[in-house]
């Protein structure tokens, strides 16, 4: 959904000047990105967007919106900091391309059609597929582009006979049942569906567990929403931003790690690198694949692949064409830095000597073993340093925050490289991430042990400070100051989340809308100024929010997700949604549920007690008898969390419809009513509550 704010803020002149500043430096550095990026292209895209499967009004992706940054002027405009917009420009270029071919063996990519991208091998009969981007659309869309420009008018095109997902993230397996668009949704019994060991956890973990409270950060990350223009969303650095279709899942049939690496009495020639421990190998409809796992990194479950064939190495997300994240700012586990760096060193060490060509699931690929290793080298380089030099640091008795303040550069052989730039990840929130990994939030002041929150925090700065008008006037004095107080906008900024977060009671109607105008504007300043996509889209969307309120969301449930989850899983995300002061306030007994599943022939204990739901697999042997037994199949089970946002009524519904069987309602009715649904739409930059306006 558009802003409805259809007039910009304008650029203050002090951040025009800066990103004039920053033009300087991209002139006087060129660059083979820009030939890379458009090398071997083949075809681009013939629709200007890519409709929603179920309404053909909507679209998920919009190639026609970026068309400021494909066909824009070399120079970035005012608005945009000019390293952003290479950035931007670099991967709006969408399309299939050619990386790499040897006789009848090829691997394409399609680019620009999502976040992600999308690879396809040609196997012996069919088509192995590497990351089928975020939805069902664009993937659909994305295998159309491949058939129409490579397989034409062919009476048989190559099914695909094979699906490998590098890690597990939302982006790079949520496409997958649009490969199977072309035959009415039929997914072959015997496919392959290939992920590193531990993906489906960490896929669950991180969509359905946190899920909500992501999906709303996300829309702040990616800004897929917020209109497309120099005034507003650009890109996200990684890429430009997230497709808004249907999010599917295939699930894993092999992982690997799973069963033993290939040990080195089975190393044949074929493999042509020299044999080392913990590799994983499978042959696939004649495609012979190597994988290095590297849990931890960029994902938690992630990998690399090799094709000794091709000599071509796929990085997953673990090199990429900028600085990443340590953390995410949508959220997620921190990663651990150190790791990467030495999986990255393993890559290096595996396969450097006999690499021709590298490509990831987002950029563009390199090729040429001298520039490969001088890539991955420096990549690995920038998050060692990123680790080790806030360990430094944090021995020295410095908080994350003053580490992020002391390290603002990276040393000049890592910088000079576009490729290390804060496009996605940024230096400051990733030393605070490495900070928070080892240490933690508290950062041993007990000054900060015991905050108040910003809402009571607010009410009294303000009435410290003399008021909420007299805060506004310090905000745009100090506003007004800039750049001759290069950190004004970031004391605005303090200031006013006072104002807007102070109890609507103690500020007058006039000062709220005061600090809430004064407040877009700084946030304006700072995302026009911003090198990270992310942060820009932070700032951005952030002023929208102050102007129209929180958007809807753009994307979409992921009911695969949920029939994939085991009963475990789902019990577990369950419970994370009891009121729990409720519950066990009300509750004092426990309430015990028995599950019988006729269809899969699975049981469960479900136990309310203490405000806490407990699972157990089978009969729970300590939590005495059963208050109420649920006969039902893992079909009607998955609807009751897929039928609606309110599980009880659902619940009630299938009972009356003779789906689901319980020998005592009330007792069940009782434990659903302390389920709670979440906010879609909670606000960020305003308080709960939404105060005024």
Known sequence: MPSESVEPIAVSPSVAQANRKVAERIQAGGSRDFEDANRQLLARPDVAVIPARSDSGKAVWDFAAYD???????????????SLWRQGVLTATAGLFLVTSNGSRAVYQVRGYDLSNMTIIEGDTGLVVIDPLACYETAQAALKLYRDTVEGDRPRPRPVVALIYTHSHVDHFGGARGLFA??????PADLPVIAPDGFLEHAVSENVYAGPAMARRAEYMYAAGLDKSPYAQVGSGLGLTISTGEVTLLPPTDSIGAAQAVTSDDWTPADVIPWRAGLHRRVVDGVRLLFQLTPGTEAPAEMNIYLPELQTLCMAE???????????????QVRDAHAWSKYLTDAIQTFGEHTEVEFASHHWPRWGKESILEFLSNQRDMYAYLNDQTLRLANRGYTGIQIAEELQHLPAGL?????NQGYYGSLSHNFKAVYQRYMGWFDGNPAHL???????????YVAAMGGAEAVVR????????????PQAYRWVVELLNHVIFADPGTVSEQAARDAKALQAKTFAQLGYGAENGPWRNFYLTGADELRNGPQRPTGKGAPDLVRSMSLEQVFAAMARSVDGPKAAEEQRAAIVLQWNFTDTRQECTTTLRNGVLVYVEGKDLYAGKPQATIVLTRAAFDSLALDGPLFRDNFDAAVKNGTVRVDDQAAADTVFGYLTVPDPMFPIVTPRGGGRG
């Open 68 to 82: 400021f940054l494909v066909d824009g002027d070399e120079q970035a405009p005012a608005e945009v900091n000019p």
């Open 182 to 187: 072309e035959r009415n949704d039929e997914v």
């Open 415 to 419: 910088a000079e490289h576009w490729y």
């Open 318 to 332: 673990n090199a990429t064409h900028n600085q990443h994240n340590i953390l995410s700012l949508r959220g997620a």
């Open 474 to 485: 310090t905000a745009q004095e100090a506003y007004d100051r800039h750049p001759d107080d």
């Open 450 to 460: 015991w905050n108040l929150p910003p809402s009571e925090a607010g009410t009294r």
